[in-house]
C-alpha cells in the first residue's frame, strides 16, 4: 500500500495528464483505434513502473498467437497482475474485472480506455451477458486477460483453484487458451515498502482448441492451472528459466 501512495503522489502530474486523455479519448471514440488506446494505456504502466520502482522480467513472448483472438488465463496475485501482463504483451488486449473493483478511481478509467470487461457477479444474468459478448470479441480476433481464480486473498506465489466456468468464454469462441504464470506480482503493492522490485510474467505455449476441444471445462481449468503451477514451482525452486 506504501508504494501505492508514493507512486500516485510522486506521479500526480502523469496521473492527471494520463486521466485528461483518457477522458478525451473516450469523448472522440471514432477518432482513436484500439491500437491508439492500447499505446496510451502501455505508456500508463511504464511510468509507474518507473516511478514505483517496479521492474517486470517477461518470458515466452514467442508463445503468444500472431493472428487471431486468444484469451490469457493467469494465476490472481493482486493489483499489478494486469498491470504486468499489459506492460509484456506488445500487441493490444484488454483484461476482465470484476465490476466491484473496476470502478475504483483511476481503475475505472483504466479500464474504459482498454474497452475492458466489467463482469457483474451479483447477477447470472449480466454475467452471461457479458461472456456472450466476450466470445465474440474474442471470435473477431480481441485478446483478452482473465484471472480464473475469481480473486486474490494473500496468496501471493500460491495458486488457488480455477473456476471451469471462466473458461467457457475460451471454449464457445474455440479460441486459444494462453496460460500465463505470474511470480512475484504481488509484491508492488501487497509489501509495504518503496524497495526496489522484481516481478515476472511468463507465456506458456497456447493450448489450441483441437487439443482442448473432447475435454470437460472443469478439465480444461485443471490443466491450465497444472501448467501455470508447474512453472511457478521451477522457477521458484531454481531451475533453469522456461
Known amino acids: 500500500m506504501l508504494r501505492f ?17 483518457a477522458f478525451y479519448i473516450e469523448r472522440h471514440d471514432d477518432k482513436y483505434t484500439e491500437a491508439d488506446r492500447y499505446i496510451v494505456a502501455r ?3 511504464a511510468i509507474l513502473q518507473r516511478n514505483g520502482f517496479i521492474h517486470t ?19 490472481h496475485q493482486g493489483k499489478y497482475d494486469a498491470l504486468g501482463i499489459i506492460s509484456g504483451h506488445k500487441t493490444p488486449c484488454t483484461v476482465m474485472i ?4 473496476s470502478h475504483k478511481p483511476i481503475t475505472t478509467q483504466f479500464i474504459t480506455l482498454l474497452k475492458g470487461t466489467r463482469l457483474d457477479k451479483t447477477s447470472m444474468k449480466e454475467q ?4 456472450l459478448k466476450v466470445i465474440e470479441e474474442v471470435k ?4 483478452i486477460i482473465i484471472f480464473p481464480e475469481g480473486g486474490y486473498y494473500h496468496n501471493r506465489n500460491q495458486v488457488q483453484d480455477f473456476l471451469p466456468g471462466a473458461f467457457k468464454c475460451a471454449i464457445k469462441a474455440q479460441s486459444p487458451i ?30 489450441h482448441y483441437e487439443d482442448y476441444k473432447e ?13 501455470i503451477v508447474e512453472t511457478i514451482n521451477m522457477v521458484c525452486n531454481g531451475n533453469a528459466r522456461l
Open 178 to 207: 494462453v496460460p500465463v504464470a505470474l511470480i512475484d506480482s504481488y509484491k508492488p503493492f501487497e509489501i509495504n515498502s518503496i524497495k526496489p522490485v522484481t516481478t515476472q510474467v511468463y507465456f506458456l505455449p497456447p493450448i
Open 5 to 21: 501512495c508514493y507512486v500516485i503522489l510522486i506521479s500526480l502530474p502523469f496521473i492527471l495528464f494520463y486521466l485528461g486523455k
Open 57 to 75: 522480467n517477461v518470458f515466452g513472448t514467442e508463445n503468444l498467437p500472431r493472428e487471431g483472438g486468444y484469451v490469457m488465463y493467469a494465476n
Open 43 to 45: 505508456r500508463a504502466v
Open 140 to 143: 473477431n480476433g480481441r485478446r
Open 128 to 131: 452471461m451477458k457479458t461472456i
Open 215 to 227: 475435454l470437460t471445462s472443469k478439465e480444461i481449468a485443471e490443466l491450465t492451472k497444472n501448467k
Open 98 to 101: 470484476d465490476d466491484k473493483r
